[in-house]
């Protein structure tokens, strides 16, 4: 019972965890889209031909790709199977080291605008200065990202230690044995309490014709 308990805790907080990169995800698609929108009201306006705004559709790439991997989290949480976990984890880190790579390469690297591309839409510039505006606020909500990416890989291996719920497969078996026990019951109960084998009748009919062979005799 106490092993259950915390197993639903568990889940519980993972989902609670993983709700928080679902969030971002969110946050980040609606913030594409905007773009995005901004950036074909643009090209109406001119009437001209322009490259692909790369960084809007990385941006939109990115929120699905995060909320992908809420939906499997919460799978693999409310299954607990081993392998969802697994995989589940694996994706977060591989997720958490391209993070740290790219924040390293921003803050080490004095020329890392060098290694994009040049963007048409003008919408990376814009992203830029939207950051170092508001560098506060834009790095807790990394830091709360990228904690939330670790505690749930945490919580994953937690999760995958205790296991999925035995107690349950246990009493879904003994459910599915019941009904076949049933049918003998109710054979039971259709005779009757009078009702006897025919092996006892024979036997008894057998010990009548003795005990008469006898008195005849």
């Given at each position: 019972?106490?092993?259950?308990?915390?197993?639903?805790?568990?889940?519980?907080?993972?989902?609670?965890?993983?709700?928080?990169v679902g969030l971002a995800g969110m946050a980040v698609i609606l913030y594409a889209l905007w773009m995005l929108r901004a950036w074909y009201?643009?090209?109406?306006d001119l009437d001209q031909r322009f490259p692909v705004p790369w960084f809007i559709y990385t941006f939109l790439g990115l929120g699905i790709?995060?909320?992908?991997?809420?939906?499997?989290?919460?799978?693999?949480?409310?299954?607990?199977?081993?392998?969802?976990?697994?995989?589940?984890?694996?994706?977060?880190?591989?997720?958490?080291?391209?993070?740290?790579?790219?924040?390293?390469?921003?803050?080490?690297?004095?020329?890392?605008?060098?290694?994009?591309?040049?963007?048409?839409?003008?919408?990376?510039?814009?992203?830029?200065?939207?950051?170092?505006?508001?560098?506060?606020?834009?790095?807790?909500?990394?830091?709360?990202?990228?904690?939330?990416?670790?505690?749930?890989?945490?919580?994953?291996?937690?999760?995958?230690?205790?296991?999925?719920?035995?107690?349950t497969d246990y009493d879904s078996d003994d459910d599915t044995t019941v009904p076949a026990r049933l049918p003998l019951l109710r054979n039971?109960?259709?005779?009757?309490?009078?009702?006897?084998?025919?092996?006892?009748?024979?036997?008894?009919?057998?010990?009548?014709?003795?005990?008469?062979?006898?008195?005849?005799?």
């Amino acid at each position: 019972m106490a092993g259950r308990m915390v197993r639903s805790c568990v889940q519980t907080a993972l989902k609670a965890v993983n709700s928080v990169v679902g969030l971002a995800g969110m946050a980040v698609i609606l913030y594409a889209l905007w773009m995005l929108r901004a950036w074909y009201r643009e090209v109406t306006d001119l009437d001209q031909r322009f490259p692909v705004p790369w960084f809007i559709y990385t941006f939109l790439g990115l929120g699905i790709f995060l909320c992908l991997v809420t939906c499997s989290g919460h799978i693999a949480a409310e299954t607990a199977n081993g392998h969802c976990l697994s995989c589940y984890m694996i994706i977060v880190f591989v997720l958490i080291i391209l993070e740290g790579a790219i924040t390293v390469d921003v803050f080490l690297n004095t020329n890392w605008e060098e290694d994009f591309p040049p963007d048409p839409s003008g919408k990376f510039d814009e992203f830029k200065d939207f950051v170092r505006s508001n560098f506060e606020i834009c790095e807790w909500v990394g830091l709360s990202v990228v904690a939330a990416q670790v505690l749930s890989i945490i919580l994953g291996m937690v999760l995958r230690t205790l296991g999925p719920d035995r107690e349950t497969d246990y009493d879904s078996d003994d459910d599915t044995t019941v009904p076949a026990r049933l049918p003998l019951l109710r054979n039971q109960s259709q005779h009757g309490p009078d009702y006897a084998e025919p092996n006892t009748s024979r036997r008894s009919d057998s010990w009548k014709l003795r005990i008469l062979d006898k008195v005849n005799n």
